[in-house]
């Protein structure tokens, strides 16, 4: 599978994932117009756009996406906000032209999945986990992981220490988004034996360490890492 970044972190999410057969979108969490170049202005070949939750940075332009023709799908909430979208249901599988879709129920402030996708096409899973602190499943058989790696634990502590982040923010942070101590974790969870990629997306500017999160992964899994 290719995995295309169009945009990642708290301004604005937005990932375009292709198995050379069809594309599909995670997230629209930027403009349309965004989307547009970063798919070289072909977003006739999208065959959907998965949305994880209703929060801006995730599905800010999902009326304009349904209105070009392009299929939104999500959970009921993301439904209610941006009539037209498709309801899944978590656990169930959904075919979208040569992708099977499993939606996972995570833990965030409001309802929120991470999504299981296998194409028919390479015969690869990719998982996408975003906006959690943690992964209530296992994944057997991971090709492709795309997953928040927001903060660490430990920058948080000391920054919150500082007052240089409020306490109530920090305390919001842990329960709803991803650190990279969690990201180890669920990496030493799954079977990753056949990962060939590990994405680690929507970094904190001020809470992270990109090229010691990028190290701490490469020598975990010896997978492909890249950072944003």
């Known amino acids: 599978m290719k995995i295309d970044v169009l945009a990642s972190g708290s301004t ?7 198995d050379g057969v069809n594309s599909l ?3 629209c969490g930027i403009p349309f117009s ?3 170049r970063g798919c070289h202005y ?3 070949s999208i065959s959907g756009c998965l949305v994880t939750h209703r929060h801006g940075d995730h599905a800010r332009c999902a009326a304009e996406v349904i209105r070009r023709g392009i ?3 999500g959970p009921k909430d993301v439904a209610k906000q941006y009539p037209g979208t498709r309801v899944l249901e978590p656990l169930k599988r959904y075919e979208i032209n040569s992708f099977e879709v499993i939606p996972i129920s995570v833990s965030h402030d409001v309802p929120c999945y991470a999504y299981v996708l296998y194409s028919e096409a390479t015969r690869e899973t990719l998982a996408y986990i975003t906006d959690t602190p943690y992964l209530p499943n296992t994944i057997p058989g991971i090709n492709y992981l795309m997953v928040e790696a927001n903060h660490s634990r430990k920058l948080l502590r000391d920054h919150a220490a500082q007052g240089l982040v409020q306490r109530h923010l920090a305390e ?3 329960k709803t988004h991803m650190s990279i101590e969690s990201v180890v974790e669920l ?3 799954n079977d990753m034996t056949k990962c060939k990629q ?3 997306l929507h970094l904190s500017a001020a809470n992270s360490d990109a090229a010691a999160f990028k190290d701490k992964v490469e020598k975990l899994t010896g997978a492909e890492v890249y950072v944003y």
């Open 12 to 18: 604005g999410n937005c990932y375009r994932v292709s």
């Open 25 to 27: 979108l995670l997230e």
């Open 34 to 36: 965004w989307i547009q």
């Open 42 to 44: 072909f977003t006739s």
């Open 71 to 73: 299929p939104v799908y």
């Open 172 to 174: 919001r942070i842990v």
């Open 187 to 189: 990496i030493k969870s």
């Open 198 to 200: 590990i994405h680690l």
